[in-house]
């Protein structure tokens, strides 16, 4: 007792600067800090293998990110235009080449998603290259910023004995 009555007595002769150090001193030896990262984050995933799949909230997050920087609304995950996104990546990957954006869209209004927008492609093999590649070209970094698109999908298929391996659909509707 005598030690935490001397403890406080010292503690009101120190100045509020030294106080707050030996606050936060205390907080992080308690374990009072940012616990330290396990895994790798999700747009770094080598999706290089066939239980891989991409994480759509990561995807929609980085996206709508991008969009938002863009001065346009961020985008909900639509589990129709997921699916629509993973029957296209599977037919690429199928077919061992990326397919026609217009094609796409085309069969996208047949099946009542008039509006939508997509972006095809392969060989990336982690969503941080996907994104870097789409936002570098013209094309793809237009559909990222469709203006009034509210809904996405976006899936990945692997064919390991192709030339690019990863294949990529994502698709923005109104």
Not at 6 to 32: D, E, H, I, W
Not at 43 to 65: H, K, N, P, Q
Not at 100 to 126: D, F
Not at 167 to 172: E, G, R, S, T, V
Request: hydrophobic share 45%; glycine share 8%.
């Amino acid at each position: 007792m005598d030690c935490l009555l001397r403890g406080a007595a010292k503690a009101r002769s120190m100045s509020c600067p030294a106080l707050l150090a030996g606050a936060l001193a205390l907080m992080g030896a308690a374990g009072c800090t940012e616990p330290a990262r396990t895994g790798q984050p999700a747009f770094y995933r080598d999706l290089g293998s066939a239980s891989a799949r991409v994480d759509t909230g990561e995807a929609r997050a980085m996206i709508s990110a991008y969009r938002l920087n863009a001065g346009l609304n961020t985008l909900t995950l639509d589990p129709a235009l997921v699916a629509a996104a993973q029957q296209e990546a599977d037919a690429m990957a199928a077919a061992d080449r990326p397919a026609q954006a217009e094609a796409v869209k085309a069969r996208l209004a047949r099946a009542g998603q008039t509006g939508a927008e997509a972006n095809l492609s392969a060989g990336y093999r982690r969503l941080a290259e996907a994104f870097s590649g789409w936002r570098d070209s013209p094309q793809h970094d237009r559909v990222m910023k469709t203006p009034g698109a509210t809904r996405m999908g976006i899936a990945t298929a692997y064919a390991p004995g192709s030339k690019y391996q990863v294949y990529w659909a994502l698709i923005l509707a109104p």
